[in-house]
């Protein structure tokens, strides 16, 4: 299968510091890529659509200028997290979509664990 | 009424037993239909993918859709310990990108 890799893992950062997190395709181009947050024993919360070259279209509720996103190639993108505070302690997962799937298989990333301390 | 719904479970079969995982969702547009499998702590992984009416079959693994009931299924046959996680049901709607999850279903076998 496809395979996502998102770095970093883990990290652990001072309330009011800025994190980023990178999300690579490494045998694929994606044109797609989407960034999602989950809580312990919730679901997955899409959080923003990214396509390569274009400015990503966030969900309702998220703050596009708290969570910036960059997806600058296609096989790279970035969340960064800015003014990192408590609340936004998640488990962050991103996945991408290839170029040209043919019935939309998306693959994840590791996921990155954030804890704002 | 959600978009994609699925029993939270958790789902008990004993190891061996045939575990049935079921999704049901509401958009009749649907196109692409998806089981993925989530470990504590882990990102999910894709197991499955079905788009057309019927059955699917992947090693243990059987994917079942239809479409006029809106129902997809997963069955896992000899269920395995390690096949306890919990089973997340996405669908990909007719001319769209975004992928709508279900909360996902705790599976538990038991040894």
């Known amino acids: 299968g496809a395979v996502v890799s998102q770095h970093p893992s883990r990290v652990i950062c001072k309330s009011g510091t800025s994190v980023k997190i990178e999300c690579r395709s490494l045998d694929f181009q994606a044109t797609t890529m989407f960034w999602y947050r989950q809580f312990p024993k919730q679901s997955l919360m899409l959080m923003a659509t990214?396509?390569?070259?274009?400015?990503?279209?966030?969900e309702q509720g998220v703050e596009k200028d708290k969570f910036l996103i960059n997806h600058a190639s296609l096989t790279l993108s970035t969340l960064t997290v800015t003014s990192a505070h408590p609340e936004d302690s998640s488990f962050y997962i991103c996945s991408a979509r290839a170029t040209g799937t043919e019935y939309g298989e998306a693959f994840f990333g590791q996921g990155t664990r954030l804890t704002v301390v | 009424q959600k978009e994609v719904e699925q029993n939270s479970g958790p789902l008990s079969v004993p190891e061996g037993a045939i575990a049935s995982l079921n999704c049901t969702y509401s958009d009749r547009g649907s196109q692409s239909f998806f089981w993925y499998r989530q470990y504590s702590g882990k990102s999910p992984e894709l197991i499955m993918f079905?788009?057309?009416?019927g059955d699917k079959e992947d090693g243990r693994f059987t994917a079942q859709l239809n479409k006029a009931s809106q129902y997809v299924s997963l069955l896992i046959r000899d269920s395995q310990p390690s096949d306890s996680a919990t089973y997340l049901c996405?669908?990909?709607?007719?001319?769209?990108?975004?992928?709508?999850f279900g909360t996902g279903t705790r599976l538990k076998v038991l040894a």
């Open positions: 079905i788009y057309s009416n």
């Open positions: 990214s396509n390569e070259g274009s400015k990503a279209t966030y």
């Open positions: 996405a669908v990909l709607g007719r001319g769209t990108y975004k992928y709508i």
